[in-house]
Every structure is written in structure tokens, then in C-alpha cells.
Nanobody, 130 residues
């Protein structure tokens, strides 16, 4: 059974940092990569980053490039942890963040982690105050 559990959210001031964790089980990187989505209040859920294997490649949407870093614990076994390090946070980064088992794809130059989405976790709330 595919399971994903997020942690690490919280309240932070603008310009601060957080590191989110995603504990994944029930699949390996040979089957799915891991992506991060977020959903801000009143907005649609959007994909923000993805990692295809234990050592990359990695993908980001333009709004988080240079500020967010996705990484894994370099385990290709069935069960691994993926991190999303978020620096220089902005109020517009406020959202519930979800990790997902998916396949990282790029279509027309844009990250697409919806197309082969397998499952996602329940999310962790990130609030950035101004």
C-alpha cells in the first residue's frame, strides 16, 4: 500500500526557512518519483517540485526556483524520505503542502506532476507571516 506522510510545517516569518519531510512507503523510486504540491486558501492545488530518483533529477516551478530545494535520503528501497527545504519564504508561500507519489514530467516547459499521480498524503500547513 502506497503511503505518504508529511511533516515539518509551521508558522514562520517572511524571509525565514522551513524543511518539510515526506515519509514514503509502499513503492520505490523505480516505480514513482515524489512530488510536492501546495494549495493556498481559495486557490487550486499546484505542483511545485519533483524528484525522479534518489539522486535526482529535480524539477521546480518558476515561483520557487532558487528558494526551494528537494532532496531524498538516497534510499532506493521500498520506503524513503524526501525533503523540501524552503528558504526566503514569502507570504504567498502560505499553503497546505502535500507530497505525492507521481512521475515527474515536463510538458511545454512546465512541470507536470498531475498526469501520473498515484497518491498523496494529508498535507502539512505552512504559514508565512509578513
Amino acid at each position: 500500500e502506497v503511503q505518504l506522510v508529511e511533516s515539518g510545517g509551521g508558522l514562520v516569518q517572511a524571509g525565514g526557512s522551513l524543511r518539510l519531510s515526506c515519509a514514503a512507503s509502499g513503492f520505490t523510486f523505480r516505480e514513482y518519483g515524489i512530488g510536492w504540491f501546495r494549495q493556498a486558501p481559495g486557490k487550486e492545488r499546484e505542483g511545485v517540485s519533483c524528484i525522479s530518483s534518489s539522486d535526482g533529477p529535480t524539477y521546480y516551478v518558476d515561483s520557487v526556483k532558487g528558494r526551494f530545494t528537494i532532496s531524498s535520503d538516497n534510499a532506493d528501497n521500498a520506503g524513503n524520505t524526501v525533503y523540501l527545504r524552503m528558504n526566503n519564504l514569502k507570504p504567498e508561500d502560505t499553503a497546505v503542502y502535500y507530497c505525492a507519489a507521481t512521475i515527474c514530467t515536463v510538458r511545454a516547459g512546465t512541470l507536470d506532476i498531475w498526469r501520473y499521480l498515484k497518491a498523496w498524503g494529508k498535507g502539512t500547513l505552512v504559514t508565512v507571516s509578513s
